[in-house]
Nanobody, 127 residues
Framework: QVRLVQSGGGSVQAGGSLTLSCAAS????????LGWVRQAPGKEREGVAT???????YYADSLEGRFIISKDNDRDILNLQMNNVEPGDTATYYC?????????????????????WGQGTQVTVSE
């Protein structure tokens, strides 16, 4: 099991940067796959970035390299650095964890594969 507590978020102008953080605790904090999922109003959840338990990172193609996922392994804090943000990045962002094996990784960004969730944080990007 793992508990996820998020911090960060808020409002930012287009082109700016923002960092989201997620403190993980519990037995799964060091062994689960951790990721970020977002949901914009009226849209389905979208997997944004994932850090697999083996250290491999995955990103949604739509981000075009603007976001970076990382983890402070000493403190079990997952971060999402959001650079050159766009109005289309406006959404509620959730930290998520999965105890799945992901042997082929094709579904590693699928929100349905995650079974632990943070409380969510709003990110609003203005023109």
């Amino acid at each position: 099991q793992v508990r996820l507590v998020q911090s960060g978020g808020g409002s930012v102008q287009a082109g700016g940067s923002l960092t989201l953080s997620c403190a993980a605790s519990g037995p799964g904090a060091k062994t689960y796959t951790l990721g970020w999922v977002r949901q914009a109003p009226g849209k389905e959840r979208e997997g944004v970035a994932t850090l697999k338990y083996d250290g491999t990172t995955y990103y949604a193609d739509s981000l075009e390299g603007r976001f970076i996922i990382s983890k402070d392994n000493d403190r079990d804090i997952l971060n999402l650095q959001m650079n050159n943000v766009e109005p289309g990045d406006t959404a509620t962002y959730y930290c998520a964890a999965s105890n799945a094996y992901f042997d082929e990784d094709y579904d590693i960004l699928d929100p349905d594969e995650y079974n632990y969730w943070g409380q969510g944080t709003q990110v609003t990007v203005s023109e």
